[in-house]
């Protein structure tokens, strides 16, 4: 999408200033910062933006240092006085009083059973199982890469805007949104086909599904209570009318410096980096204009920010992921993600993944908000099992 381009208004007046000095700024927010302009139909994001993070914008979290996904599920276990035993580097088994209670294998705990694994790997059986249990998700169809004729005919056939994923991907790579052409579908495709990661265990495909606008809400679900959620918000800068998209973007990323978990996950902003969304670095916003930098909210090296909503997030919602969660057979800890209109409602809501491999870093170390102690609530569940 490209966007309209302003010139430099004209200098204000050098007069001595006359009358009481301008108030000082809400709390959170940064004197001289535009206030977004949302315009007549904001998105959910837009709307979040505008009503959660800007008013707070000078509150943004500086993490002196930061615990790694494993880290913190060890440290949760010495905490239960739980005896940690290597077997190699990345599998370990937890002992209770000399009793063996759990484990972890990679980034996972013994929480996830080996069908649930199987099952989360691939977006299109997870689509499956998600269907069967009759959870709300979009509707879609996981394609053979070499059949794109086949991936035109079912977006014709779909009638709406798509997206557009490979099967096996992770870490938000390969995926287009908002899809409407035949042009961009194809765009998507090599994009999906280039973030491809098959396994042997999964014959790789890409799916393609009715595109669902809303805010990008990650719950973490443990056992059948919601421990953690946080809106995942793509990198975005707010014009004033003169400065570049390029000088925005670096004055943002140079304030995320002084926190230990976003400096090292911020991107380059380059030309390239910005043709996703028909930017250069050289553009020019309105006053006000809200503007993404990247099509989704990649939290991984993409900027993208994550932003406690827990206590946020409606009860039906909360039962959402649950259920979410509850589809996949021997699934007992896992981020499920949904898209949501509205925080306070499920109307409209859907799941989009049910993921046992989500990083839990992003609830400990939230951009905003409180951070939410997930590895305790894995480690008590290991417990509470080990206990039966």
Same mark, same amino acid.
């Given at each position: 999408? *490209?966007?309209?381009?302003?010139?430099?208004?004209?200098?204000?007046? *050098?007069?001595?200033?006359?009358?009481?000095?301008?108030?000082?700024?809400?709390?959170?927010?940064?004197?001289?910062?535009?206030?977004?302009?949302?315009?007549?139909?904001?998105?959910?994001?837009?709307?979040?933006?505008?009503?959660?993070?800007?008013?707070? /914008?000078?509150? $943004?979290?500086?993490?002196?240092?930061?615990?790694?996904?494993?880290?913190?599920?060890?440290?949760?276990?010495?905490?239960?006085?739980?005896? !940690?035993?290597? @077997?190699?580097?990345?599998?370990?088994?937890?002992?209770?009083?000399?009793?063996?209670?759990?484990?972890?294998?990679?980034?996972?705990?013994?929480?996830?059973?080996?069908?649930?694994?199987?099952?989360?790997?691939?977006?299109?059986?997870? =689509?499956? /199982?998600?269907?069967?249990?009759?959870?709300?998700?979009? =509707?879609?169809?996981?394609?053979?890469?070499? #059949?794109?004729?086949?991936?035109?005919?079912?977006?014709?056939?779909?009638?709406?805007?798509?997206?557009?994923?490979?099967?096996?991907?992770?870490?938000?790579?390969?995926? *287009?949104?908002?899809?409407?052409?035949?042009?961009?579908?194809?765009?998507?495709?090599?994009?999906?086909?280039?973030?491809?990661?098959?396994?042997?265990?999964?014959?790789?495909?890409?799916?393609?599904?009715?595109?669902?606008?809303?805010?990008?809400?990650?719950? /973490?679900?443990?056992?059948?209570?919601?421990?953690?959620?946080?809106?995942?918000?793509? %990198?975005?800068? @707010?014009?004033?009318?003169?400065?570049?998209?390029? =000088?925005?973007?670096?004055?943002?990323?140079?304030?995320?410096?002084?926190?230990?978990?976003?400096?090292?996950?911020?991107?380059?902003?380059?030309?390239?980096?910005? &043709? &996703?969304?028909?930017?250069?670095?050289?553009?020019?916003?309105?006053?006000?204009?809200?503007? /993404?930098?990247?099509? @989704?909210?990649?939290?991984?090296?993409?900027?993208?920010?994550?932003?406690?909503?827990?206590? $946020? %997030?409606?009860?039906?919602?909360? #039962?959402?992921?649950? #259920?979410? %969660?509850?589809?996949?057979?021997?699934?007992?800890?896992?981020?499920? #993600? %949904?898209?949501?209109?509205?925080?306070?409602?499920?109307?409209?809501?859907?799941? $989009?993944?049910?993921?046992?491999?989500?990083?839990?870093?992003?609830?400990?170390?939230?951009?905003?908000?409180?951070?939410?102690?997930?590895?305790?609530?894995?480690?008590?569940? !290991?417990?509470?099992? &080990?206990?039966?």
């Amino acid at each position: 999408m *490209s966007e309209t381009y302003f010139p430099s208004p004209a200098g204000g007046s *050098s007069g001595r200033h006359q009358g009481p000095p301008p108030p000082p700024p809400a709390p959170g927010l940064v004197a001289g910062r535009p206030k977004v302009d949302l315009g007549e139909e904001p998105s959910a994001t837009s709307r979040f933006v505008a009503e959660h993070v800007e008013p707070r /914008y000078g509150e $943004l979290r500086k993490w002196n240092s930061t615990l790694a996904h494993d880290e913190l599920l060890q440290r949760a276990a010495r905490r239960k006085r739980m005896t !940690i035993k290597k @077997i190699t580097e990345s599998n370990q088994l937890f002992f209770l009083s000399g009793v063996l209670v759990g484990g972890m294998d990679g980034v996972i705990t013994s929480l996830v059973s080996h069908q649930a694994r199987r099952v989360s790997r691939s977006k299109a059986m997870t =689509k499956r /199982y998600l269907s069967s249990a009759e959870v709300p998700t979009p =509707k879609g169809k996981a394609i053979n890469p070499t #059949d794109f004729a086949r991936a035109v005919k079912y977006m014709k056939a779909l009638g709406k805007r798509v997206a557009v994923k490979p099967s096996a991907g992770r870490a938000a790579r390969g995926i *287009s949104v908002n899809v409407t052409r035949e042009s961009e579908l194809r765009t998507a495709w090599q994009a999906a086909m280039a973030a491809r990661s098959a396994t042997s265990e999964s014959r790789y495909l890409i799916v393609i599904e009715e595109y669902t606008p809303g805010l990008d809400v990650r719950c /973490y679900v443990v056992g059948g209570q919601v421990v953690g959620a946080v809106a995942r918000l793509p %990198l975005y800068v @707010i014009g004033d009318g003169l400065s570049t998209v390029g =000088k925005l973007a670096d004055d943002e990323i140079a304030r995320r410096r002084p926190n230990e978990y976003l400096k090292s996950r911020q991107p380059e902003v380059s030309d390239a980096f910005l &043709a &996703a969304v028909g930017l250069t670095r050289g553009s020019v916003l309105a006053e006000g204009k809200l503007q /993404y930098l990247t099509p @989704i909210a990649d939290t991984g090296r993409g900027g993208g920010i994550a932003v406690d909503v827990l206590d $946020l %997030l409606s009860d039906e919602l909360k #039962d959402l992921a649950v #259920d979410g %969660l509850s589809a996949v057979p021997g699934l007992g800890a896992a981020a499920v #993600d %949904l898209l949501v209109p509205e925080l306070g409602s499920a109307e409209g809501a859907v799941v $989009l993944e049910v993921n046992p491999y989500a990083n839990i870093m992003q609830f400990h170390y939230p951009s905003y908000g409180e951070p939410r102690k997930i590895n305790d609530a894995i480690m008590e569940e !290991i417990l509470e099992r &080990a206990s039966r």
